[in-house]
C-alpha cells in the first residue's frame, strides 16, 4: 500500500535510467526556486532545488532530496519532512553529447 511518505517511494537506477529528484518548498503560497549559476548549463534560468540520486544516498530518494536540499540551500530536512509529490520518467538530451538521449526517471518530494 503507497502511503504520502517518502519511505514508500521505489528505489530507481536500475536498467541505466538516471534518477534523480526534485524537491518543492512550499511556505504558505510561495515556493522557493533558484536561479541556476551563470556559466552553467541554463544559466539564470529558475528551477526547483534537486539533483541526482548518489550511491552514497543508497539509492533512496528521500536520501538524495535532504542531501540536495542542505547542499542548495541550507535547509535541512529528514525523512518524515517529506512526502511524495509524483514521479516522472523523461528522454532528455544527453548534456554530453546532444546527439543521443538519456534516460532520467524523476521523483519529486514535497516540503
Keep these: 500500500m503507497l502511503t504520502n511518505k517518502a519511505?514508500?517511494?521505489p528505489d530507481f537506477g536500475r536498467d541505466g535510467v538516471r534518477?534523480?529528484?526534485v524537491i518543492v518548498v512550499k511556505c504558505g503560497d510561495e515556493y522557493l526556486l533558484l536561479e541556476r549559476a551563470p556559466g552553467k548549463r541554463w544559466a539564470n534560468q529558475l528551477n526547483l532545488p534537486g539533483g541526482k540520486v548518489e550511491e552514497e544516498d543508497g539509492d533512496l530518494?528521500?536520501?538524495a532530496a535532504a542531501r540536495e536540499l542542505e547542499e542548495e540551500t541550507g535547509i535541512?530536512?529528514?525523512?518524515?519532512?517529506?512526502r511524495r509529490g509524483g514521479h516522472v520518467f523523461r528522454r532528455l538530451p544527453d548534456p554530453r553529447d546532444e546527439t543521443k538521449f538519456v534516460d532520467r526517471?524523476?521523483?519529486?518530494l514535497i516540503v
Design 105 to 108: 526517471s524523476i521523483d519529486i
Design 19 to 21: 534518477p534523480f529528484v
Design 7 to 9: 519511505a514508500d517511494i
Design 61 to 63: 530518494a528521500w536520501k
Design 76 to 82: 535541512l530536512v529528514g525523512q518524515d519532512d517529506l
